[in-house]
Every structure is written in structure tokens, then in C-alpha cells.
């Protein structure tokens, strides 16, 4: 089935540095891909996303660009801010039409940006 | 603010009760999602409705069940609660019928002692 494996956390880093949080997925078909970002006592929030091969999505500095040869889809950022903490979780929209109302998750990476 | 709102905050229960969770999704949106988030399982989709109707299933048990009501909004129902039901549930809502476009609610936070 489909499914999305992150990067084990916690992540520590210091503030300005650069962020890589690793993603792959399995998945038939041609899914859609998903950053969101989990702060402390909060829901989720989509970061960003892209539907198709090699589309980059980008929001507030972060980027990831979606790589059908690798399944991947790594989230970035050049320089991280103490307000980056939280937890990010990659998930996927199914390609199948009898899948495409749910998200699959990875299992969360927590990031800690250190002042 | 994603503007879905979801009651109660937090809800502590005995084994074996049963509670009702409440989500009121975003003006317009049609759909809702209902999602469990729990240490050993990470976050599940559980269910989605649109427009009252049924329209996907996950990994729901039978204990579980939910309905969405003329005025758009749901309600998670779990009976015969165990302790391994202690999780975080959120409510999503999107638009249309299947988008990857869903905004979430703060979520319940049930513990089962």
C-alpha cells in the first residue's frame, strides 16, 4: 500500500542553519505530495505541496522539490529562525481515485532550532 | 486559525464509556476528515464525509463511528473505549468531494484511564 517514511527526529539545530529533513514515499499511480508543519498545542498547517513530477513547492523559505526517480520529496531550508520549531510531517495523497480523499503520513520529524 | 473548530479540548474517560467528539469545519467547506494521532501509530486517516454522505474509510475500528448533519458538521463516536484509544484526534475539512487542500482543527485530546 501506500505509505511515506521521514527521517527519525528529533532534529537539533542552531539558528541560520540549513535544514534538510529527508522523505520518501511508495505509492501506485501518481500522488500528490505534502509538507505540514505541526506547532506546539496546534493542528496541523499544509507548508506546501506539489502534484507532479518534478514541481518544487516553496513556502515561507522552505522548498521541496517532488523526484519520481528517487520517491522522494526532502524538505530544505537555507537558514533556519527559533520559530521553525515544531514538528513536520510528510504525507501523500493517493494517485487512485478511490484514494484520493486521504492523506498518508510519515511518522513526524520534531525540529528544535536552538538561539 | 484554519477556521475548523473541534470540542472538546480535552476529554479524559474511563474504559468501556463512550464520547462523542465535535468538529465544525470551515465556512463552504463540504467534506470533512477525521484523523487518529497516537504515539505508537502516528497519524491514521480514519474517515471522510462530504455532504452528509459517506465517502471513504480508513483504519476505523468498528467501535468507532461517525456522521456528518445537514449543518455540515461531525461527530466522532467511540464506544467501548480501551486504553490504547488515548490519542489526539483531528478533524480536517476541505471543499470539495477528494482534494489534498484540507485544513485542520486544533484537535481532541482523549485520554482513557
Known amino acids: 500500500g501506500d505509505s511515506v517514511t521521514q527521517m527519525e527526529g528529533p532534529v537539533t539545530l542552531s539558528e541560520e542553519a540549513f535544514l534538510t529533513i529527508n522523505c520518501t514515499y511508495t505509492a501506485t499511480g501518481y500522488p500528490s505530495l505534502f509538507w505540514y508543519v505541526q506547532y506546539p498545542g496546534e493542528g496541523l498547517q499544509l507548508l506546501l505541496k506539489?502534484?507532479?513530477?518534478?514541481d518544487k513547492g516553496s513556502n515561507k523559505g522552505f522548498e521541496a522539490t517532488y523526484r519520481k526517480e528517487t520517491t522522494s520529496f526532502h524538505l530544505e531550508k537555507g537558514s533556519v529562525q527559533v520559530s521553525d520549531s515544531a514538528v513536520y510531517f510528510c504525507a501523500l495523497s493517493p494517485g487512485h481515485p478511490q484514494g484520493a480523499q486521504k492523506l498518508v503520513f510519515g511518522q513526524g520529524t520534531r525540529l528544535t532550532i536552538n538561539p | 486559525d484554519s477556521g475548523v473548530t473541534q470540542t472538546p479540548k480535552h476529554l479524559i474517560t474511563a474504559t468501556g464509556q463512550r464520547v462523542t467528539l465535535r468538529c465544525s469545519p470551515r465556512?463552504?467547506?463540504?467534506?470533512v476528515y477525521w484523523y487518529q494521532q497516537s504515539l505508537d501509530q502516528g497519524l491514521q486517516f480514519l474517515i471522510q464525509?462530504?455532504?452528509?454522505?459517506?465517502?471513504a474509510k480508513g483504519n476505523i475500528l468498528e467501535r468507532f463511528s461517525a456522521q456528518q448533519f445537514p449543518d455540515l458538521h461531525s461527530e466522532l463516536n467511540l464506544s467501548s473505549l480501551e486504553l490504547g484509544d488515548s490519542a489526539l484526534y483531528f478533524c480536517a475539512s476541505s471543499v470539495r468531494d477528494y482534494t489534498y487542500e484540507q485544513y485542520f482543527g486544533p484537535g481532541t485530546r482523549l485520554t482513557v484511564t
Open positions: 465556512s463552504g467547506d463540504l467534506s
Open positions: 506539489a502534484t507532479k513530477a518534478d
Open positions: 464525509y462530504y455532504n452528509g454522505e459517506e465517502r
